[in-house]
């Protein structure tokens, strides 16, 4: 677990819902892999007005039906709703898709055209109205994040979600520091490099070290770092159950040094990659 900066706290790994819910012939099973994390203690899931036009919100619903105080639920708002008449309307929706009557975690899914101080006030106000938690933000750079951090009521802001991953550890050089320093948790999507880092050898030999698979090593290099959380998508039981198995995975100074060798850490500054 980690704190937010209120001091909830919340688990270190979560699930992803990008591209779940999008079609009807695999709804069953995603719906199974999200309830069997949810059992594993992955309880922090993800999800985005966004994502399949609101299904993956609808599908999440169906999941937690029942079940809504095991679940810490994100979900976010894009960025052209986040204006002053149309976030508590853009959250109205997502909170109907998900039949819930709040959300734990509502985040600006990445910069907008309104002006910061207008979002804030906007997520301020659905905090009041008790239609979320509390708020945080996607895809902001460290310089994006040190403008805010100057605006009334930002001092309320839980998090920032930008993609990290062995393959793009960019963040290591000035935003993950900037975040640690003022306790506020990095939360990093596309862990798995969306898939596509684990056919990488330096991975496969890690893992062969541990008898472990090349994601649990992907999301336990990441996980030993302080204030990150993962939020691995998986529309598997069999990739859910092996990601939570990363929790147990113990990496030494050998594993670190084969993974620097192979994903060097950034040595300069680096515009923050995103999807
Ligand atoms: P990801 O989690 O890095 O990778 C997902 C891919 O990895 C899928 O193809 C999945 O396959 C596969 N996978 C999962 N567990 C595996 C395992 N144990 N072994 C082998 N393969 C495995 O990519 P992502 O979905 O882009 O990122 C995660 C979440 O972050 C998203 O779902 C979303 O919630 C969030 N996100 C946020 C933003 C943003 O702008 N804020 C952008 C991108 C993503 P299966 O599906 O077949 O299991």
Not at 75 to 103: H, Q
Not at 203 to 229: K, S
Request: glycine share 10%.
């Amino acid at each position: 677990m980690t704190a937010l900066p209120d001091g909830t706290l919340i688990p270190v790994l979560g699930q992803g819902t990008w591209e779940i819910g999008d079609s009807l012939r695999t709804g069953d099973a995603e719906q199974a892999a999200l309830s069997r994390g949810l059992d594993l203690g992955l309880s922090l899931i993800d999800t985005a007005e966004l994502y399949g036009n609101g299904a993956s919100e609808r599908l999440v619903g169906e999941v937690i039906q029942g079940r809504r105080d095991e679940v810490f639920l994100v979900s976010k708002v894009r960025p052209e709703n986040a204006g002053e008449m149309s976030m508590m309307l853009a959250c109205e929706r997502s909170l109907e898709r998900l039949g819930v009557d709040r959300l734990d975690l509502y985040l600006l899914h990445w910069e907008s055209r309104h002006p910061m101080d207008e979002i804030i006030a906007g997520f301020e106000e659905l905090v009041d109205e008790g239609l979320i938690a509390r708020w945080g933000v996607s895809n902001l750079d460290i310089r994006a994040m040190t403008i805010m951090e100057g605006i009334d009521g930002a001092e309320h802001c839980q998090t920032n979600q930008v993609l990290y991953h062995l393959g793009s550890r960019g963040v290591e050089f000035d935003l993950l520091p900037w975040m640690q320093e003022r306790t506020m948790p990095l939360m990093a999507y596309s862990p798995l490099g969306r898939g596509e880092l684990l056919e990488h050898p330096a991975l496969i030999a890690v893992a062969d070290r541990h008898g472990a698979t090349p994601a649990q090593i992907a999301l336990a290099a990441l996980m030993l770092r302080e204030g990150v959380v993962l939020i691995p998508k998986a529309s598997t039981i069999a990739h859910v159950e092996d990601n939570a198995a990363a929790l147990e995975i113990q990496l030494d100074g050998e594993d670190l040094e084969a993974l620097d060798r192979a994903f060097p850490p950034p040595t300069s500054e680096q515009p923050l990659d995103i999807i």
